[in-house]
């Protein structure tokens, strides 16, 4: 059993790192920028929106191997990584964990924060948010992104200014009753608590 899950685990490392280099240059010889400010909310309490870091809004399958070895030493890292089954897995694990160790300090820890709560969520809403992530993984490009994006944002919100921003109309209005779904899926579940 246990086999299997590394295996399922290693192919939804392998989709989800194949899609996002399709999605976002890999360019690691820029470095990385801080993430912004929280925006102060505008009228009516709506955050502004900021930029959005590059690469900050990937979606990453917390059950995958590479997101399990964030908080490992190189030394820990690489000998985990040599007991995957192919060099591709390798060299896409080695890839996400690239671009984990490139995020700011602050962004690194929302990553460590997600896969925290999700390792204490129950298996079927476990199963759920795998599920998720590969359906909005799976989206048109320009769509994909949008719902990345947006769930980017709402992790920068309180749990009340998120809870708002779903409920407004205008904001869903912005996607397809597929990709709200998969925002407000993913909202809570993949966003975790606040701190």
Do not use: C
């Given at each position: 059993?246990?086999?299997?899950?590394?295996?399922?685990s290693?192919?939804?490392?392998?989709?989800?790192?194949?899609?996002?280099?399709?999605?976002?240059?890999?360019?690691?010889?820029?470095?990385?920028?801080?993430a912004?400010?929280?925006?102060a909310p505008?009228?009516?309490?709506?955050?502004k929106q900021?930029?959005?870091?590059?690469?900050?809004?990937?979606?990453?399958?917390?059950?995958?191997?590479?997101?399990?070895?964030?908080?490992?030493?190189?030394e820990?890292?690489?000998?985990a990584?040599?007991?995957?089954?192919?060099?591709?897995?390798?060299?896409?694990?080695?890839?996400?964990?690239?671009?984990?160790?490139?995020?700011?300090?602050?962004?690194?820890?929302?990553?460590?924060r997600?896969?925290?709560?999700?390792?204490?969520?129950t298996?079927?809403?476990?199963?759920?948010?795998?599920?998720?992530?590969?359906?909005?993984?799976?989206?048109?490009?320009?769509?994909?992104?949008?719902v990345?994006q947006?769930?980017?944002?709402?992790?920068?919100?309180?749990?009340?200014?998120?809870?708002?921003?779903?409920?407004?109309?205008?904001?869903?209005?912005?996607?397809?009753?597929?990709?709200?779904?998969?925002?407000?899926?993913?909202?809570?579940?993949?966003?975790?608590?606040?701190?």
């Amino acid at each position: 059993m246990n086999r299997i899950l590394q295996i399922g685990s290693v192919v939804l490392l392998v989709v989800g790192v194949s899609y996002g280099r399709n999605q976002e240059p890999n360019d690691s010889s820029q470095p990385s920028k801080p993430a912004p400010a929280k925006a102060a909310p505008a009228k009516g309490g709506v955050p502004k929106q900021q930029p959005i870091p590059k690469g900050a809004a990937r979606l990453v399958n917390p059950a995958s191997i590479a997101a399990r070895l964030f908080r490992m030493s190189p030394e820990e890292r690489e000998h985990a990584l040599e007991k995957l089954p192919s060099e591709q897995a390798r060299e896409n694990a080695r890839r996400l964990l690239n671009w984990f160790d490139n995020l700011p300090k602050e962004q690194q820890d929302n990553q460590l924060r997600r896969l925290d709560h999700f390792a204490q969520l129950t298996p079927e809403k476990r199963a759920e948010v795998r599920g998720l992530i590969v359906e909005a993984n799976h989206l048109l490009p320009r769509r994909s992104m949008a719902v990345r994006q947006a769930l980017f944002r709402l992790q920068q919100m309180t749990a009340e200014q998120r809870e708002a921003t779903l409920r407004r109309p205008a904001f869903q209005a912005q996607f397809s009753a597929e990709e709200f779904r998969i925002i407000t899926g993913l909202a809570d579940a993949w966003m975790g608590p606040e701190q």
